[in-house]
């Protein structure tokens, strides 16, 4: 009791670090924007039937989403964990490349391809989303022991049995953290419902758009974030118990092996998907052409845009290393603190609280947080609304809980003898993490680089509020383009969209590259 005092302390101080950047950079511009828009209102648009319309298709197309982002994800995950094949690397990166296309790209690619309404809603959230799935369940897959899946086929059981027996709850943590983050990423998303909506389906963003930037209805926009962040802490929750449970990780990390039987079924399912997610992606290349690009390229084209193509594509590369290095920081601090709370006394309910609290930015608005931003930031020493920083902050705010999603699974996952056998041998508690918790999870610690830098180069919402015309990003160039109208806007905004991927691709290569020793 006396040792686990000062531990217990010691993580609490420790996640005192990300609570207080929340507390700041969330909590304030969030009520400072329901303070303003006042009561007057509330209780008028929670009792309509419309807003409870909005609630269920936003509930009805993240759950569908979701499921398919699940279903499509869990076999990239096992052909990046589990098999000994060559390129993982390009996989990864194909998969990558859907979560940084800025929302209203995706939208106007699916438009074309099936139209409007409520099943290419689903489909197009999916697309985004299947990266969370396959490279979150894969950074823990990758570790699960074999002793256990082989001993079951040893004994008789099929392949299916043995994994939905064996094999899936040693997995349940990673499978329910990311379904968690791809339901709040769905029922968040914007572009894509206000593209392929055609006004008969809305969700509670963009209801909150339209009230806050067209109608300036604040007190509504305030209900509707009120709505939004009550729903938000219900599947975090939710997420929470379901993910109660126990994975043993060892050591080895030579898991993969060339497939065997009917495991080239589960590879093939595999390169299907990410087939599939190749056909928007190829889609929108086909429609960039040279004119575009060179259009893109020259000095404030017709005094419109401001800023070039490529200056557009350094400054999203310049946001991101900020965003991505501020979010690993605060990610590897929060999920330092919530593992070592986890090995003391702690109540339960306190780890979770401060878990749920960190994931709450994934499930609000990213306009109530710009708009916050706007009329807060002011009151902080030297006015962080003009400084270079503040899109930085806000990608990095979006950022921070999908790091932490990425990396706790495997922190909390590791085999709890190895740490007291190292501590037994003469290693002090830094000793400890150095020497067992780091090595198991750098590949998660990749994927979370992987994943911040892709969410941050993709980033629209917020960047769009904050971004300077002469510091736009390129999701920012997208979308002004794309809603221009003119057949050369519409070649840039093309040709804007494949140097965004070129980018995205380039940098994942790169990481993966830098971080990895083998494949994962």
Known sequence: MARGRPGLTGALVTAAVPLGFLAVFFVWPVLAIIRLGGGGGVAAVLSSSDTWRV?????????????????????????????????????RAVVMVPFVLPTVVVGLAFRSLLGGGALPIILANAFFNVAVVARTVAALWSHVDRRAEDAARSLGAGRARTFFSVTFP???????????????????????????????YSTLETE????????????????????????????????????????????????????????????AAAYAVVIALLVPIISLVAKSSFNGFKALAGTGFRGSLQITGWDAALNSVKAATYATLLALALGVVACVALVTLSRTRARPSLVESIDTALMLPLGVSAVTVGFGYLITLDKLPGDLRTSPMLVPLAQALVVTPLVIRTLLPVLRSI??????????????????????????????????????????????????????????????????????????????????????????????????????????
């Open 55 to 91: 609630v269920e298709f936003t509930v009805g197309q993240a759950a569908a989403a979701t499921a398919v982002a699940v279903l499509t994800g869990l076999p990239v995950a096992f052909l990046l964990a589990r098999t000994a094949l060559r390129g993982h690397t390009l996989v």
């Open 415 to 520: 085999d709890s003898r190895l740490r007291q056998a190292a501590a037994t041998l003469g290693a002090s508690p830094w000793r400890v993490w150095r020497e067992v918790d780091i090595p198991l999870a750098s590949r998660s610690f990749i994927a979370a680089t992987a994943f911040a830098y892709a969410v941050a180069l993709g980033e629209f919402g917020a960047t769009s509020f904050l971004a300077r015309p002469d510091s736009a990003t390129l999701p920012v160039v997208i979308g002004r383009l794309v809603s221009r109208p003119g057949e050369l806007n519409n070649q840039m905004a093309y040709a804007a969209c494949a140097l965004l991927m070129l980018v995205t691709t380039a940098i994942v290569i790169a990481v993966d590259r830098l971080g990895t020793v083998g494949e994962f």
């Open 170 to 200: 040693a997995l349940r943590p990673a499978v329910f953290s990311s379904a968690a983050v791809v339901f709040l990423f769905c029922a968040t998303s914007f572009g894509v419902v206000l593209l392929l909506g055609g006004g008969e």
């Open 208 to 267: 909150i758009y339209l009230r806050t930037v067209q109608l300036f209805d604040l007190p509504g926009a305030a209900a509707l974030s009120l709505l939004q962040v009550t729903s938000v802490i219900a599947v975090l929750v939710i997420g929470a118990v379901l993910r109660r449970r126990s994975t043993t990780l060892n050591l080895r990390v030579d898991t993969a092996r060339r497939p065997r039987g009917g495991e080239w079924f589960v590879v």
